[in-house]
């Protein structure tokens, strides 16, 4: 059919059928919205994913069906190795359910099924922003709102407004093998027979007993494995261990299929023994895949025309796996934003501002394993001096990186600001405003170096969270009560007390404290003001 004879009006109009658009999809309360992908659930690398994936509530009732897929295999955690040490990062145990290994098109099939998602298999020929029409082979849509780009590494609307830049040329190469057998002793006498030092992190960079107290074992972990400075691989399982997913990304240029398994054999962890599968392409799984020149960024993440979610906005480097996690949270982000009142410039304004800032996080953990920084990075040696992790700079500067990205791809918890506390009637955005306010953190400012991040309405008081580079989300609960007994600091009737990890105290240097300084001299600057806050 002539697509300029079919006309189609929409409110928003989702590029792609993947994670982020499949959820998009699911979380826009819009029955003017139109999904458009030419092969959903098609065969996709990115097989791991962290328990961040499954935070919301209504993603984690996709679970039980997830863990009955034939390619499900148990993910307990993700291990990075280097010449000479490993980083181990085992899941919480209470984070166990919500971190699996699954094939993409398995997954995304039962997502469109499970929440009974229609998709038109079209394919965008061209996107006119001045008329805010797209065309495709079978339609041409007139969008009233925005247009939604969640076509992942293929960056349909950057690419068709010439709006894609390389950040560095990257190569990946990558196939399947059998798993013949899976004995986890040769991957401990690997370790003690190469000498490299063994070490577990928590996500939030605090250091673990090396006894493996949890029921971690390497074939339930995501391996990540550094070749040499420009090369590392990826060995990931599925099919209940049955099978083994693995890659190798250059940023030397593209690898040929023999170098691939060349350096399989050679470098895969002992603790698989492996046989090559048939390379005939009867499925996905029987053939060698190569994606070259991935890493790219779109110049401008949004507009009021249209917004750019996750791998559509910029590359998710797959040196972390944390790709599904960051696709489906953005994209429950931008359904929130959406359905409160729609698009306006402010909120544009801010998700490219937020855009911004997690790239040059993403960019910094990127540079970090593709360079010799890796052994030598400062502030992985300050880190050291710290004491907020020992270990080598390899292992410090892992923990330290992967971190930040598995911040980045957290579902926050401000989504919608103006729903109200159960405790105190006040939305986010309220509290979160008046806190500024007081303290003067408008336009971005900061307070002793801290960057405020919001405020939520708690029993008595507010509850505010805090960012400084290096160093763990600091949340501080200000309580405006006489009755009090157990606090930090106490100005007048109001007290100031802060929240440990969940794995341990909160490292509290003198940087957080300037910051509690800061607060007690404003609150007993504005200290009426402050006792006004009290619901």
């Known amino acids: ?154 960056m349909v609307v950057a690419r068709e407004l010439d709006q894609k830049i390389e950040v560095q040329p990257t190569y990946a190469t990558w196939t399947y093998f059998d798993v013949v057998e899976n004995d986890s002793s040769k991957f401990w006498k690997f370790v003690q027979d190469s000498g490299r030092q063994y ?46 997913s693995f890659g190798l990304v250059s940023r030397d240029g593209k690898i040929s299929a023999d170098t691939l398994f060349d350096v399989a054999e050679k470098t895969h962890l002992p603790h698989y023994t492996l046989a090559r599968r048939t390379q005939d392409n009867s499925t996905p799984y029987n053939r060698v895949h190569t994606r070259n020149r991935f890493t790219n960024r779109a110049q401008t993440p949004a507009t009021m025309k249209y917004i750019l979610i996750a791998d559509a906005c910029a590359f998710s480097d797959p040196v972390y796996s944390v790709g599904g996690g960051l696709a489906v949270n953005k994209a429950i982000e931008v359904a929130a934003l959406l359905n409160d009142g729609g698009w306006t410039p402010s909120k544009c304004s801010s998700w490219c501002d937020d855009f911004e800032r997690l790239y040059q996080r993403s960019l910094d953990a990127f ?36 971190s930040d990205v598995i911040e980045n791809s957290t579902l926050q918890e401000f989504l919608d600001p103006n729903r109200q506390s159960d405790a105190t009637g006040l939305s986010h955005a309220e509290a979160s405003a008046q806190v500024a306010d007081l303290l003067g953190v408008n336009d971005d400012s900061t307070l002793a170096g801290w960057s405020y991040h919001g405020s939520i309405a708690i029993p008595d008081g507010l509850q505010h969270r805090w960012q400084m580079d290096g160093l763990p989300e600091l949340i501080i609960n200000t309580q405006i009560s006489a009755d009090v007994t157990q606090y930090y600091r106490r100005v007048g009737d109001i007290t100031l007390s802060f929240m440990n990890l969940w794995d341990g105290p909160y490292p509290l240097d003198a940087r957080g404290r300037a910051l509690f300084d800061a607060l007690e001299a404003a609150i007993d600057e504005q200290m009426d003001a402050w006792l006004a806050l009290k619901p």
């Open 199 to 244: 070490k577990r992190y928590t996500v939030k960079r605090r250091v673990l007993p090396n006894a493996e107290e949890d029921g971690w074992e390497p074939a339930h972990s995501t391996i990540l494995m550094q070749l040499s400075d420009a090369l590392w691989s990826w060995q990931i399982p599925l099919y209940n261990k049955k099978l083994l």
């Open 1 to 154: 059919m002539n697509s300029e004879n079919k006309q189609m009006h929409v409110d928003y109009l989702i590029i792609g059928a993947g994670l982020a658009g499949i959820t998009l999809k699911h979380f826009l309360k819009n029955d003017r919205t139109v999904i458009l992908d030419p092969d959903p659930a098609a065969y996709k690398v990115g097989e791991s994913f962290i328990p961040e994936t499954f935070h919301h509530p209504e993603m984690q009732t996709l679970l039980s069906g997830i863990k009955r897929l034939p390619s499900f295999s148990v993910k307990m955690g993700t291990t990075f190795v280097s010449h000479n040490s490993v980083a181990s990062f085992p899941v919480p145990i209470e984070g166990q359910e919500f971190s699996l290994h699954v094939g993409r098109a398995e997954l995304e099939n039962y997502m469109l099924k499970y929440w009974n998602i229609p998709v038109k298999k079209e394919r965008v020929r061209e996107i006119n922003l001045d008329t805010m029409t797209v065309q495709t082979n079978e339609c041409t849509y007139t969008v009233e709102k925005q247009i939604l780009d969640c076509s992942g590494a293929s």
């Open 367 to 402: 540079k970090l394993w593709y360079s010799g920084a890796m052994l030598t990075d400062d502030s992985a040696a300050q880190e050291i001096n710290d004491n907020f992790l020992s270990g080598s700079a390899f292992q410090v500067g892992v923990a330290t990186h992967y």
